[in-house]
């Protein structure tokens, strides 16, 4: 795995926690290398707090390989952004139609691609992240309509320079707030695709974010901000349940390339998790979720 330094990028598509490695065989519908590595690992920092999560691409490409059929119906329908007024939403919101735009992004859907790339932008423009979704952008976009590695690579660089933005103008607020939606999009995703198509590579990526959700749990309440109590209390009731996920890791040297500015994670992890443990994650995902995009 690869990684690099972008907080909005993780937002982008719908896939946080799965990784390539599930198929090594070339299939229809695989990202190429070059968008691959436009859209592997993320390393970001907010509030001295690390994460170091795969790219949100890849779990939207791993549902397009396990035969699961496109449904617009998981997805954050466009029609709610008007509803989202306050930066507090409006960043929740940012990362769950991140996430969004991955999936159907995947699935090469022209029409639904646009709206939902729309939206994003709409979203940006209202947090006022300039400069990552302009006029040439929105051009560029519209001429790759159809080609996914084009998409993904133009979509990756805008979220690199609103990532750029927001960690200059020291606002770990909003990217926390990204970071959560995407999150809780993505796995969303993971957990409704293993209800209906139960796979057990699937569940031990949705376990293995038990650190993550802690960690996101921790950034949130770091922030100290009283309009957050409700979404911290929906997510403190989801690191309960993660905590019980039992995982071991083993500890491998990571290899750097520094002219790259990659690192590769060689260490492994064996989770356990049950279907009990998986039921009681998708309730309080949805719960959180509901809270998000409602």
């Known amino acids: 795995m690869k990684l690099k330094s ?44 690390n994460f170091m999560v795969p790219s949100p691409m890849i779990l939207a490409e791993m549902i397009k390989k396990s035969g699961a059929l496109y449904d617009k119906k998981m997805m954050n329908p466009v029609a709610s952004l008007s509803s989202y007024s306050d930066g507090f939403k409006q960043g929740l919101n940012l990362g769950v139609y991140g996430a969004d735009l991955g999936y159907v992004t995947m699935y090469e859907n022209t029409g639904d691609a646009m709206e939902y790339y729309k939206t994003v932008v709409q979203l940006g423009n209202s947090l006022k992240i300039t400069g990552s979704f302009d006029d040439n952008l929105m051009k560029r976009f519209n001429a790759n309509i159809g080609r996914k590695d084009s998409i993904l690579s133009l979509v990756g660089d805008a979220y690199r320079r609103s990532d750029n933005f927001l960690r200059k103008g020291d606002q770990d607020d909003i990217a926390a707030l990204i970071l959560a939606g995407g999150w809780i999009e993505s796995t969303w995703f993971a957990l409704k695709i293993y209800k209906d198509k139960p796979n057990q590579n699937v569940a031990v990526r949705i376990g293995e974010q038990k650190g993550t959700a802690s960690g996101i749990l921790k950034v949130l309440m770091d922030l100290n901000k009283p309009e957050l109590e409700s979404l911290i209390k929906l997510f403190s009731d989801l690191n309960d349940v993660y905590q019980t996920v039992e995982i071991k890791y083993t500890f491998a040297e990571p290899t750097t390339d520094e002219g790259k500015h990659l690192t590769i994670i060689n260490g492994t992890t064996d989770v356990k998790i049950t279907s009990e443990q998986l039921i009681e994650l998708t309730a309080k995902v949805a719960a959180v979720r509901n809270f998000i995009i409602n």
């Open 6 to 49: 972008s907080t909005l990028l993780l937002a982008f598509g719908s896939a946080l926690f799965l990784s390539v490695s599930c198929s090594n065989d070339a299939k229809e519908g695989a990202l190429s290398d070059s968008a691959k590595d436009s859209l592997t690992v993320s390393g970001i920092k907010i509030k001295d707090q």
